[in-house]
């Protein structure tokens, strides 16, 4: 059987901190807490769960407060969860039957992360990140923020989903105050610092710095193929002319066969432009094409069904075929039976048939 030690490092985390240990505790062989530190109950929280609850002076660098919680850990693998995630029961049903196997013995064990859910608590945006690692030298982190592990050896796929669960708004500056700390130190970004650079710069409507930085990235070969097809997409976002903004989307099927978001969006665009059946053939792509989820990119599921059918419905109201608007509105209502826009569309349509 193999061990877990499940890593965290915290800070005022009492609202959620029990939640995501209950939700791990009969996987983790050990759990170790590192607080950066905190003025709430936190630590005595982590304290019920464990006596390895440590110290550690918060230094901007992300990476270096999970390197120290990683060099604390003695068990064959290592796990990482932010103190508002929760393993979902499918997931510690998944590592605890995983363990008691001879099957484990990937070095780094990518898991689906779902970040962000709709009224109904359907997952809507979901990425993989790299979840548990064997324990080496290897399994180190790089990145004062945006922190991440490069992948080594050989890497197996969890679809069980770690949820990501946020009660409260962190300080929205905190990521680009770092940034920019770095470069005001002297740092030199790499390719992957510049890309989430060029998001927060996108974040605070500095659009113009982040078009550049995207453009650059973009241009980068030896970038992942996902993140340059995301980066695709923010560019276009960045834009103040619709013709840029379609150019910046088409140049992504360059890298690989078109995403949903990609089509979403160039959809979207047809539709401010009043072209609508243009926009028809961008939505039937979207609603076509199928998740790639594996490559290491963002996926927005809506938009692999849901966002294309209600899209489709306006379209098509708009056209003056409401049959067939009507008809992909009940589409989309298939998958989210509870959506308010459904539900209102519905209606519309049976006070249309009625008159």
Known sequence: MKSISLCMIVRDEEEVLERCLHSAEE?????????????????????KYTDKVYDFLWTDDFSAARN??????????????????????????????????????????????????????RPVFSYYRERILKRSRRAEWVGKVHEAVAPYGKTEYI???????????????????????MISDGCVLDAREQYY????????????????????????????????????????????????????????????????????????????????????????????TDISEHGGGFVNADCYGYIPY??????????GDRKKAAGFNELAGKIKPYDKSYLYNREYFRAIENN
Request: aromatic share 10%; proline share 2%; glycine share 4%.
């Open 27 to 47: 996987i983790a062989d050990e759990i170790i807490i590192v607080d950066t530190g905190s003025t709430d109950k936190t630590k005595q929280i982590a304290s």
């Open 68 to 121: 120290f919680s990683f060099s604390k850990a003695g068990c064959e693998y290592i796990m990482w969860l932010d103190a508002d995630d929760v393993l979902s029961p499918g997931a510690a049903a998944r590592i605890k039957s995983l363990k008691n196997s001879s099957d484990m013995n990937a070095d780094v064990y990518m898991m689906k992360y779902d970040v962000a859910f709709d009224e109904g608590g």
């Open 159 to 181: 679809e069980e989903a770690v949820e990501h669960r946020k009660v409260k708004v962190n300080d929205p500056d905190r990521n680009l105050r770092i940034f920019e700390k």
């Open 197 to 288: 650079y060029a998001r927060e710069l996108y974040y605070h409507n500095r659009k113009n710095e982040a078009a550049k930085l995207f453009e650059n990235f973009i241009s980068d070969e030896n970038s992942r193929v996902d993140d340059r097809i995301n980066a695709c997409l923010e560019l276009s976002r960045c834009r103040d002319d619709t013709d840029r903004s379609l150019s910046d989307l088409f140049k992504s099927f360059l890298f690989d066969s078109p995403r949903a978001e990609i089509c979403c969006e160039i959809g979207l665009l047809k539709m401010k432009q009043e072209k609508y059946r243009e926009a028809v053939f961008w939505y039937k792509a979207a609603a076509d």
């Open 310 to 319: 209600m899209q489709l419905c306006v379209c098509f109201d708009r056209l």
